[in-house]
């Protein structure tokens, strides 16, 4: 099983860091996104929608 973290550019490292030492068994996939920080501002549709788009060239 892969974990995904995904991040806004804020914590996501230190967050994944944590993760992975709680649950080493698994693998992950660590997507950072600089370009658009901060998330907090944009609308929940706004963000499901990059997600979608990187999950969609991520399956490819």
């Known amino acids: ?5 995904f991040d806004s550019g804020l ?5 994944l860091k944590a993760i992975v030492k709680k649950l ?3 693998d992950y996939i660590y997507l950072g996104d600089t370009a658009r920080v901060p998330y907090g501002n944009r609308s ?3 963000v499901y929608e990059k997600i979608s788009l ?6 490819e």
Do not use: E, H
């Open 1 to 5: 099983m892969k974990i995904g973290v």
């Open 54 to 59: 990187w999950n969609n060239i991520r399956s």
């Open 11 to 15: 914590g996501g490292l230190i967050l």
């Open 44 to 46: 929940q549709s706004a």
């Open 24 to 26: 080493p068994q698994y």
